[in-house]
């Protein structure tokens, strides 16, 4: 399996608390949990954006982007790609629409 995303998290984690005039991780974790968020909102949009007008280079770049910011957003709030992976684990084979069925009403 590619580690690619591994060895983001490893970077960010050490360039967390870089000096933030060198390093963008840095720079966007000393703003501040509220920005983190925000950028990985923007980056949402903007895949979106790129998907709705059928341009498909830029929703890569917007996605690349969008993991990006959503690793630093989970390093910040101390929860490793692991646990999303074995989130994601734990819902494999579960059909989305069996998933939902099986809900408690509200
Ligand atoms: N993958 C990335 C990566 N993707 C995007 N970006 C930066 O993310 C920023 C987002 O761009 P935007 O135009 O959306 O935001 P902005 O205008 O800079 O910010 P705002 O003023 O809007 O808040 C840009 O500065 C991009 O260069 C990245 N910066 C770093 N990395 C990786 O993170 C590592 C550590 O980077 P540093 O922390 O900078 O050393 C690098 O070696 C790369 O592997």
């Known amino acids: 399996m590619r580690s690619t995303l591994f060895d983001l998290e ?34 949402a949009v903007e895949t979106v954006i790129a998907a709705m007008t059928s341009d498909k280079d830029g929703a890569i770049g917007e996605s690349a982007d ?24 734990r819902r494999e084979g579960v059909s989305g629409i069996a998933e939902k069925a099986s809900r408690p009403p509200d």
Request: glycine share 8%; proline share 3%.
């Open 66 to 89: 969008l993991l990006f910011h959503l690793l630093i957003l989970l390093g910040d709030m101390g929860i490793p790609l692991d646990a999303v992976l074995d989130e994601l684990d």
């Open 10 to 43: 490893k970077t960010i984690c050490q360039r967390r608390t870089a000096d933030p005039a060198q390093s963008y991780v840095a720079k966007l974790t000393a703003r501040g949990r509220g920005k983190i968020a925000q950028k990985v909102g923007e980056e």
